[in-house]
């Protein structure tokens, strides 16, 4: 039974880590931060740590600019493991707002969680004057299957189709695909999908290969609203994500072949 | 799911909050507020109080462990991987999980019970995880049958974690006190008399 060979990361679903983020129309300067910092007690509790980190953004715009480093103001609360790396962490970084979790249990939990901290991100950003609005909202979710590398095969995973060419099928364990395309309708949809297929280094289990899949999705409002209605906007944030998540099972179930979905709970979507 | 099972009830509890009641905890005991520990052990982390951090918060909790371990099977686990699995089994159950009517631990049960043990080291004992169908509350239980100690973690998601110590003579369960989870002086000085924990404990 070959579909056997290759494991999710979780018992009962594949989901390694995913992203909530919004993007608006303009960066966030330093007052912008200051008043999200100030309202860190609304989210203290579950992102009790505060960091400020450094990003330098460098400018290539043309002969007549010179590239130079430009800082750019960012804040990250979250939630941390005793290694540093963060279970729950909520950035805000340029005109980015983004919720990363590394902790998946359902959608329903993990979006409602990352939807408090974003609809909080919105809430303190309703005094902004000019108004600042949501330009759109993206969401990323990571599925990662690891093997013993010894026993790759790549056909007890994925099947080929629009998504994968055959070639992959024959590139042995290190290889990678990637593919994108823009949906659309009332907004467009851009639609990323990177695979990774790689040996990792030997451990306790042994040398294992680990095969992800990078589902990204940026939903783009067509025409931006000129007067900002936060609670139009939280609603529509709610929606879009929901559509958006949709989209991710979907794409998934395409990949993988129908023999792992029940185990990673998407047999519903083939 | 078989790593969960029914709560088979408390018959005492004891909290305390604040680090400096850490200070005061002997013979590898530890009662903390669960909001506390992660921001002190970011702090570690990243190069702030880290003095205060081994003193009062991370090396208390290795002491716990330590002691609770010698009563435990005497088999060491990767306690952060089963805090991760813990963790995110926990969050999957929904309400009517343990029949019509369950709750399922509720998101300040989780947040409380994550604080805790992502606090942990990778050498602690792996505890057994039970929940209270009736409330979503959790209890993580360490002891083994060959000892008549048992400590537990119980968390209500109140921003605290209630530790309850339990001797189980041949009569009955022995000392053992219930305060409202407000009354912390009275539960300090529970802890900190010949009576309470401690005593227990060096009855083991």
């Not at chain 2, 702090?43 to 009563?71: A, R």
């Not at chain 2, 994550?114 to 057994?128: H, N, R, T």
Request: net charge negative.
């Amino acid at each position: 039974m070959t579909e056997h060979l290759f494991q999710p990361v979780n018992d009962d679903h594949a989901i390694d880590r995913v992203e909530f983020a919004l993007t608006f129309a303009r960066a966030f300067n330093a007052h912008d931060l200051k008043v999200v910092r100030d309202h860190h007690e609304l989210w203290q509790g579950d992102l009790p740590r505060v960091a400020e980190p450094t990003v330098f953004a460098f400018n290539m715009g043309g002969p007549n600019k010179p590239v130079r480093p430009e800082p750019v103001a960012g804040l990250e609360f979250s939630f941390v493991r005793p290694d540093g790396s963060a279970v729950w962490a909520l950035r805000l970084l340029g005109n980015h707002a983004a919720v990363e979790c590394t902790r998946y249990s359902r959608w329903a939990k993990v979006w409602g969680a990352a939807q408090r901290y974003l609809e909080s991100v919105v809430n303190v950003f309703s005094y902004q004057e000019p108004p600042n609005p949501i330009a759109n909202v993206a969401l990323t979710v990571v599925d990662v299957f690891t093997t013993e590398a010894a026993a790759y095969d790549l056909s007890a995973l994925l099947q080929e189709g629009d998504l994968l060419p055959a070639a992959s099928f024959k590139r042995g364990v290190n290889w990678h695909a990637y593919s994108g395309w823009f949906q659309t309708g009332d907004c467009r949809v851009l639609h990323n999908v990177n695979i990774d297929s790689v040996e990792l280094p030997p451990g306790p289990a042994g040398t294992l290969a680990s095969v992800s899949i990078t589902h990204s999705m940026v939903l783009t409002r067509l025409a931006i609203p000129e007067v900002v209605d936060r609670e139009a906007d939280k609603v529509w944030l709610s929606q879009s994500m929901e559509n958006l998540h949709l989209e991710n099972k979907s794409v998934v179930a395409t990949l993988v072949i129908p023999a792992l979905l029940q185990r990673i709970g998407l047999k519903a979507f083939k | 799911m078989s790593a969960l099972r029914q709560h088979d009830g408390i018959h005492t509890g004891a909290i305390l909050r604040g680090v400096t009641s850490l200070r005061r905890a002997g013979a590898g005991f530890a009662y903390f507020d669960p909001h506390e520990v992660p921001r002190t052990a970011n702090s570690v982390l990243y190069g702030h109080n880290v003095s205060t951090c081994v003193t009062c918060t991370h090396k208390p909790l290795m002491d716990m462990f330590v002691v609770v371990g010698t009563l435990g099977t005497g088999t060491s686990h990767r306690f952060q991987a089963f805090a991760e699995q813990i963790t995110r089994d926990l969050d999957r159950l929904t309400d009517g999980w343990y029949g019509p009517g369950s709750k399922s631990p509720g998101h300040d049960v989780l947040r409380d019970v994550d604080a805790v043990l992502s606090q942990f080291l990778s050498g602690a004992y792996k505890p057994e995880v039970e929940i209270d169908e009736d409330t979503g509350a959790v209890t993580l239980r360490w002891g083994s049958a060959s000892s008549n100690v048992t400590l537990a973690l119980v968390f209500n998601g109140n921003g605290h974690v209630v530790v309850v110590n339990t001797v189980v003579a041949q009569e009955t369960v022995a000392t053992s006190k219930s305060f409202k989870v407000e009354d912390h002086s009275g539960i300090a000085r529970f802890f900190a008399s010949d009576d309470g924990i401690a005593t227990l404990f060096d009855a083991a």
